[in-house]
């Protein structure tokens, strides 16, 4: 009994440490075995690589990218939960409930003023990693499927977006999801030009589809609700986690060849190894053995790994501090836009789609169902195929594949820029077909107008480098730059230069009054 | 084989180097983000929780308590008196107002003398109109949910109400209280604006409550329009409904180019009174037991019209137009020449079936719109009254002529033929002028219109013609005392003017 109790009070004094030890299943010394422990020993962090190239620790390898886009969803996931406490998905309740939260939820206009930045700032960084992980080429050897995962985690990021523009059921939102649906509705251009729209409307059925209704209505509230707080962001983390698992099984970040074998440069020829440096792993090449490839870190040098766990965690924190931070000190000083009530009466001039679709409502403004779906669904599907139809694997891991690649680059920029701001030009000044010949078959404006020219364009000129060059990568280059700069212009102009009716006007200050 | 000098061991520790001083860097800047991240964290929290105006306000107003805590009573007013926002909620109105979380001495009577947003309600009304009951944006309007006063007033993008300023508040009385009701009770210029808006005859063009003209358009809602569904380009003052208005009675062209809109002419103090009658009409729904017995009355009329002499209808329906109707008069703005309709001229020639039936339907192609039940609203009970109002003053025939054409006209059967080609070419020297060509009517009546082809018989047109409209710019066109047209001629006239009906020019 004596025996009992004195175990008793031995365990009481020890339950911090064994409370401890059964959570976290490694010794505290930080030798390289525990480092790896760490990681592979967490259902979240052996996401992971137990151990990583040094390289990866660099700013210009990865800038961080995808790592912001990932804490950004992590704060979205946050603060959209805590909106959520006090958002009503009702139309008759939603806009009020926006107010209340602005007004006198504690800190609700805070929350949602970084729900709506990081929102942004995912958006933003979504795009931009993806160009710098084509610009590495670090969609190759291997990678191709998690390029392709990350192609429709981009379109689950702007549907995220654009689910969420509705909800404050404010005037913003719901012109921007009428101009939406009504994009859906696009088919319908082809059909009544063929005048088959009575037994035949896609368009309609897409419609219908997006908005439970012919409007926007309680129906369609109640979908993107659902699709914004459950359906998305479920697809969103399993992909992630899918997008996450690949990058370490596909080997890491890309990288130059030349690096991965850097440090047997120089070395004796020799066959006996030598020492092993005391870090080297253990333990890491008996678990690779499973996956019986040799991508994984078992073709790397000892000397080239650090343990993931704590240098890679410590850097990917820093980078989900400065996104936390940049959301928390725009949202001390700009508020998240909120207009008045939704009236389906009185249409907002100019309706706009939020940013990132604004290139393709600029191009929209020709022909909704060119710009509105099949550029766009060419674009995706032409970004998804890149790394199937360019198997160079030379230079994966090199920014812009050296030099050749460098001017291509710029080229392509130049060309691409070029092109673009004549496609906004030219019928801002002359006009398009309509103007100049009126009677002409609607059909021809569908197939021919500035934003399917643009594409021809571009893909003309991707094939034009591919030939002349004779490498599918350097013609990869020219198409991704073209599409690249091309968005960029178009949006531009679509957020700043476009006024009501779509009209053209240097600046907002020219609008007229309203 | 020493350490130093197996390169790849000088390799590995200059990879271990790079390393640490990358982590170091990192270490370093997560420090620094980590700080300011708390650092924003805490001024955010600050920002919205810690020092809301509202919370200034009601420490400065419990100051004001304590001072004004001469007796047990005050003193504990002043003790019981909490720092928390405060809300009026009302379902039934679609009302949630924070407005009293800063205006905590609206009913308490010693605060007369302290300066805003302290001090008590103006007047008496919160008498009878508990705040509880009817909260404070029914009447005031602005953004009731808001906690600070420039949100609360809602003259942002984001805000379609805004607070109205003191002198237009009367127009809430109009969503539960009729005119009279509230007449020498604080609603004077809310019952002005109420008599303005019917003896001025704004009714004859736009329609209130399903009756009106069709000229303009329907005035249900448009106290509650919203500031989208205007064009502030030509408006001087700020861009809300109610400077919208003020400023469109004063020059409706200035304001809405194009506009068709007769300007009203109104002094100062009824433009006031004009404007805060149209912001009173407003479509958002008030349950039956806010309204007032007067309203009750008001609504009861509207659905069993009415008890408005045909005197009253006449000036609200027809006055823009017709003027007192003795005269025939060129208006200037409109560039017509309006019918005498309660001249002798007209009067000795046309029958009571006749008055009605060109009220009820109208003439088409003209801007005298359909008044019937189905497009403007007035029962046939209303227009008989009316038909008696316009005969009210009429003459009977004085010449034996005059009398002897007046049977005539009253004789529905008699057809008179003529030619109608001769007649075109009489039409086109005598009337094309003023009755424009085919009949379509240029500053004076078309005659062309399909209710006054038939309404009128061959007779009336004979007797029009021949003996002119007295008080009208219509001449007599018969005998060497008119215009010199012959027995024929006039005939030959009547017989194209009704081939312009079967032409269907219209």
Same mark, same amino acid.
């Given at each position: 009994?004596?025996?009992?109790?004195?175990?008793?009070?031995?365990?009481?004094?020890?339950?911090?440490?064994?409370?401890?030890?059964?959570?976290?299943?490694?010794?505290?010394?930080?030798?390289?075995?525990?480092?790896?422990?760490?990681?592979?020993?967490?259902?979240?962090?052996?996401?992971?690589?137990?151990?990583?190239?040094?390289?990866? %620790?660099?700013?210009?390898?990865?800038?961080?990218?995808?790592?912001?886009?990932?804490?950004?969803?992590?704060?979205?996931?946050?603060?959209?939960?805590?909106?959520?406490?006090?958002?009503?998905?009702?139309?008759?309740?939603?806009?009020?409930?926006?107010?209340?939260?602005?007004?006198?939820?504690?800190?609700?206009?805070?929350?949602?003023?970084?729900?709506?930045?990081?929102?942004?700032?995912?958006?933003?960084?979504?795009?931009?990693?993806?160009?710098?992980?084509?610009?590495?080429?670090?969609?190759?050897?291997?990678?191709?499927?998690?390029?392709?995962?990350?192609?429709?985690?981009?379109?689950?990021?702007?549907?995220?977006?654009?689910?969420?523009?509705?909800?404050?059921?404010?005037?913003?939102?719901?012109?921007?999801?009428?101009?939406?649906?009504?994009?859906?509705?696009?088919?319908?251009?082809?059909?009544?030009?063929?005048?088959?729209?009575?037994?035949?409307?896609?368009?309609?059925?897409?419609?219908?589809?997006?908005?439970?209704?012919?409007?926007?209505?309680?129906?369609?509230?109640?979908?993107?609700?659902?699709?914004?707080?459950?359906?998305?962001?479920?697809?969103?983390?399993? %992909?992630?986690?899918?997008?996450?698992?690949?990058?370490?099984?596909?080997?890491?970040?890309?990288?130059?060849?030349?690096?991965?074998?850097?440090?047997?440069?120089?070395?004796?020829?020799?066959?006996?190894?030598?020492?092993?440096?005391?870090?080297?792993?253990?333990?890491?090449?008996?678990?690779?053995?499973?996956?019986?490839?040799?991508?994984?870190?078992?073709?790397?040098?000892?000397?080239?790994?650090?343990?993931?766990?704590?240098?890679?965690?410590?850097?990917?924190?820093?980078?989900?501090?400065?996104?936390?931070?940049?959301?928390?000190?725009?949202?001390?000083?700009?508020?998240?836009?909120?207009?008045?009530?939704?009236?389906?009466?009185?249409?907002?001039?100019?309706?706009?789609?939020?940013?990132?679709?604004?290139?393709?409502?600029?191009?929209?403004?020709?022909?909704?169902?060119?710009? &509105?779906?099949?550029?766009?669904?060419?674009?995706?599907?032409?970004?998804? %195929?890149?790394?199937?139809?360019?198997?160079?694997?030379?230079?994966?891991?090199?920014?812009?594949?050296?030099?050749?690649?460098?001017?291509?680059?710029?080229?392509?920029?130049?060309?691409?820029?070029?092109?673009?701001?004549?496609?906004?030009?030219?019928?801002?000044?002359?006009?398009?077909?309509?103007?100049?010949?009126?009677?002409?078959?609607?059909?021809?404006?569908?197939?021919?107008?500035?934003?399917?020219? %643009?594409?021809?364009?571009?893909?003309?000129?991707?094939?034009?480098?591919?030939?002349?060059? &004779?490498?599918?990568?350097?013609?990869?280059?020219?198409?991704?730059?073209?599409?690249?700069?091309?968005?960029?212009?178009?949006?531009?102009? &679509?957020?700043?230069?476009?006024?009501?009716?779509?009209?053209?006007?240097?600046?907002?200050?020219?609008?007229?009054?309203? | 084989?020493?350490?130093?000098?197996?390169?790849?061991?000088?390799?590995?520790?200059?990879?271990?180097?790079?390393?640490?001083?990358?982590?170091?860097?990192?270490?370093?800047?997560?420090?620094?983000?980590?700080?300011?991240?708390?650092?924003?964290?805490?001024?955010?929290?600050?920002?919205?929780?810690?020092?809301?105006?509202?919370?200034?306000?009601?420490?400065?107003?419990? @100051?004001?308590?304590?001072?004004?805590?001469?007796?047990?009573?005050?003193?504990?007013?002043?003790?019981?008196?909490?720092?928390?926002?405060?809300?009026?909620?009302?379902?039934?109105?679609?009302?949630?107002?924070?407005?009293?979380?800063?205006?905590?001495?609206?009913?308490?009577?010693?605060?007369?003398?302290?300066?805003?947003?302290?001090?008590?309600?103006?007047?008496? /009304?919160?008498?009878?109109?508990?705040?509880?009951?009817?909260?404070?944006?029914?009447?005031?309007?602005?953004?009731?949910?808001?906690?600070?006063?420039?949100?609360?007033?809602?003259?942002?993008?984001?805000?379609?109400?805004?607070?109205?300023?003191?002198?237009?508040?009367?127009?809430?009385?109009? #969503?539960?209280?009729?005119?009279?009701?509230?007449?020498?009770?604080?609603?004077?210029?809310?019952?002005?604006?109420?008599?303005?808006?019917?003896?001025?005859?704004?009714?004859?063009?736009?329609?209130?409550?399903?009756?009106?003209?069709?000229?303009?358009?329907?005035?249900?809602?448009?106290?509650?329009?919203?500031?989208?569904?205007?064009?502030?380009?030509?408006?001087?003052?700020?861009? *809300?409904?109610?400077?919208?208005?003020?400023?469109?009675?004063?020059?409706?062209?200035?304001?809405?180019?194009?506009?068709?809109?007769?300007?009203?002419?109104? *002094?100062?103090?009824?433009?006031?009174?004009?404007?805060?009658?149209? #912001?009173?009409?407003?479509?958002?729904?008030?349950?039956?037991?806010?309204?007032?017995?007067?309203?009750?009355?008001?609504?009861?009329?509207?659905?069993?019209?009415?008890?408005?002499?045909?005197?009253?209808?006449?000036?609200? /329906?027809?006055?823009?137009?017709?003027?007192?109707?003795?005269?025939?008069?060129?208006?200037?703005?409109?560039?017509?020449?309006?019918?005498?309709?309660?001249?002798?001229?007209?009067?000795?020639?046309?029958?009571?079936? /006749?008055?009605?039936?060109?009220?009820?339907?109208?003439?088409?192609?003209?801007?005298?719109?359909?008044?019937?039940?189905?497009?403007?609203?007035?029962?046939?009970?209303?227009?008989?009254?009316?038909?008696?109002?316009?005969?009210?003053?009429?003459?009977?025939?004085?010449?034996? !002529?005059?009398?002897?054409?007046?049977?005539?006209?009253?004789?529905?059967?008699? *057809?008179?033929?003529?030619? !109608?080609?001769?007649?075109? !070419?009489?039409?086109?020297?005598?009337?094309?002028?003023?009755?424009?060509?085919?009949?379509?009517?240029?500053?004076?009546?078309?005659?062309?219109?399909?209710?006054?082809?038939?309404?009128?018989?061959?007779?009336?047109?004979?007797?029009?013609? !021949?003996?002119?409209?007295?008080?009208?710019?219509?001449?007599?066109?018969?005998?060497? @005392?008119?215009?010199?047209?012959?027995?024929?001629?006039?005939?030959?006239?009547?017989?194209?003017?009704?081939?312009?009906?079967?032409?269907? *020019?219209?």
């Amino acid at each position: 009994m004596k025996r009992g109790l004195a175990a008793f009070a031995a365990n009481l004094r020890n339950l911090p440490a064994t409370v401890r030890q059964s959570v976290i299943r490694r010794g505290s010394s930080g030798s390289a075995r525990n480092s790896s422990l760490a990681v592979f020993g967490n259902v979240f962090l052996h996401l992971h690589a137990t151990r990583i190239h040094r390289r990866t %620790l660099r700013f210009t390898a990865t800038m961080g990218l995808g790592m912001i886009a990932a804490s950004a969803f992590g704060i979205l996931c946050v603060t959209g939960l805590l909106l959520m406490v006090y958002y009503k998905p009702s139309t008759d309740l939603a806009y009020d409930s926006i107010k209340d939260i602005v007004t006198v939820v504690p800190s609700g206009r805070f929350v949602r003023n970084i729900h709506r930045f990081a929102a942004h700032i995912m958006v933003a960084a979504v795009l931009l990693h993806m160009a710098r992980v084509f610009f590495a080429g670090a969609y190759k050897r291997g990678r191709e499927f998690n390029w392709v995962v990350g192609i429709v985690l981009l379109i689950l990021t702007l549907g995220l977006s654009f689910t969420g523009y509705l909800l404050p059921w404010d005037q913003l939102g719901y012109w921007a999801i009428t101009v939406g649906s009504n994009i859906a509705a696009s088919p319908r251009e082809l059909t009544d030009a063929l005048g088959i729209t009575g037994w035949f409307d896609p368009g309609g059925f897409q419609k219908e589809l997006l908005l439970g209704a012919s409007e926007v209505g309680q129906e369609a509230l109640t979908r993107f609700y659902l699709l914004h707080v459950v359906v998305l962001p479920v697809a969103m983390v399993a %992909l992630l986690a899918v997008h996450f698992w690949r990058v370490r099984k596909d080997g890491g970040l890309a990288r130059p060849d030349e690096i991965r074998t850097r440090s047997g440069e120089g070395a004796p020829a020799t066959d006996s190894l030598p020492t092993a440096p005391a870090e080297a792993p253990h333990k890491t090449y008996g678990l690779m053995c499973v996956v019986a490839d040799r991508r994984p870190a078992t073709d790397l040098d000892p000397v080239d790994t650090v343990p993931s766990w704590p240098f890679l965690l410590r850097a990917e924190l820093l980078v989900f501090m400065v996104t936390f931070f940049a959301c928390v000190a725009l949202s001390l000083f700009w508020d998240a836009p909120l207009k008045t009530l939704a009236n389906a009466a009185i249409p907002e001039n100019p309706a706009k789609a939020p940013w990132y679709f604004l290139g393709l409502q600029e191009l929209v403004s020709y022909s909704a169902l060119m710009g &509105g779906l099949v550029v766009p669904a060419l674009s995706m599907l032409g970004l998804g %195929l890149i790394p199937y139809l360019d198997r160079e694997t030379a230079d994966a891991g090199h920014y812009f594949a050296g030099r050749p690649g460098r001017r291509i680059a710029w080229l392509s920029a130049l060309f691409a820029a070029l092109f673009a701001v004549l496609a906004v030009a030219v019928p801002v000044n002359f006009g398009w077909l309509r103007n100049w010949f009126p009677d002409i078959d609607q059909l021809v404006i569908i197939l021919v107008n500035p934003g399917t020219l %643009l594409t021809f364009f571009y893909a003309a000129w991707s094939l034009i480098v591919l030939w002349r060059s &004779g490498s599918t990568r350097l013609g990869a280059i020219a198409l991704f730059t073209c599409f690249l700069v091309g968005f960029v212009i178009l949006t531009y102009v &679509g957020t700043s230069l476009r006024g009501p009716n779509w009209d053209f006007y240097w600046s907002q200050a020219d609008w007229p009054v309203h | 084989m020493s350490t130093e000098d197996d390169p790849r061991m000088r390799l590995a520790e200059d990879a271990r180097q790079e390393v640490a001083r990358i982590d170091r860097r990192i270490s370093i800047a997560l420090l620094i983000t980590a700080l300011l991240t708390l650092a924003g964290l805490f001024a955010g929290a600050l920002q919205e929780n810690i020092l809301p105006q509202w919370s200034l306000v009601q420490e400065q107003y419990l @100051q004001l308590l304590e001072e004004k805590a001469t007796d047990d009573w005050g003193k504990q007013v002043a003790d019981r008196f909490a720092l928390q926002v405060s809300q009026v909620v009302v379902p039934a109105l679609g009302i949630t107002d924070r407005c009293v979380s800063c205006h905590n001495g609206l009913d308490d009577p010693r605060m007369t003398d302290v300066d805003q947003p302290h001090s008590s309600h103006p007047g008496h /009304y919160l008498e009878w109109h508990e705040a509880s009951r009817f909260g404070c944006t029914i009447c005031h309007r602005g953004q009731g949910r808001a906690l600070t006063f420039e949100e609360a007033k809602g003259i942002s993008d984001d805000w379609d109400q805004p607070l109205l300023p003191p002198a237009l508040t009367q127009s809430g009385c109009g #969503l539960c209280h009729s005119a009279d009701e509230v007449r020498g009770q604080g609603g004077e210029l809310y019952a002005q604006g109420r008599d303005l808006f019917t003896r001025r005859g704004c009714q004859s063009c736009h329609k209130l409550a399903g009756r009106g003209g069709i000229a303009g358009p329907a005035l249900d809602a448009e106290g509650s329009k919203s500031r989208e569904a205007l064009t502030f380009a030509n408006v001087k003052g700020p861009h *809300t409904l109610a400077q919208f208005l003020a400023e469109h009675f004063d020059d409706p062209q200035g304001v809405v180019p194009g506009s068709e809109m007769k300007p009203p002419q109104l *002094t100062l103090h009824e433009n006031l009174a004009l404007t805060i009658y149209m #912001l009173s009409l407003q479509d958002r729904s008030i349950p039956a037991s806010y309204l007032s017995p007067g309203t009750h009355l008001e609504l009861a009329e509207e659905r069993l019209p009415g008890n408005e002499s045909g005197a009253e209808l006449f000036s609200r /329906y027809c006055g823009v137009c017709h003027d007192t109707g003795r005269y025939g008069r060129y208006d200037d703005f409109f560039k017509l020449f309006i019918p005498a309709i309660r001249g002798k001229g007209l009067l000795s020639l046309a029958s009571s079936d /006749y008055l009605a039936e060109n009220i009820r339907r109208g003439r088409p192609g003209t801007r005298m719109p359909p008044w019937g039940e189905a497009s403007g609203g007035l029962t046939d009970v209303e227009i008989a009254r009316l038909v008696t109002f316009i005969r009210s003053e009429v003459q009977p025939p004085e010449t034996a !002529a005059a009398k002897k054409l007046m049977e005539r006209t009253l004789d529905p059967d008699l *057809t008179l033929r003529g030619d !109608a080609l001769r007649g075109g !070419a009489i039409y086109a020297r005598h009337c094309t002028g003023c009755h424009g060509e085919e009949g379509r009517g240029t500053i004076a009546p078309a005659i062309a219109n399909p209710v006054f082809q038939e309404t009128a018989s061959d007779g009336f047109l004979y007797a029009t013609i !021949a003996l002119g409209r007295p008080d009208t710019a219509m001449p007599n066109f018969l005998g060497v @005392q008119g215009m010199g047209l012959v027995d024929g001629d006039v005939r030959d006239l009547i017989a194209y003017l009704r081939s312009l009906a079967q032409g269907g *020019t219209l």
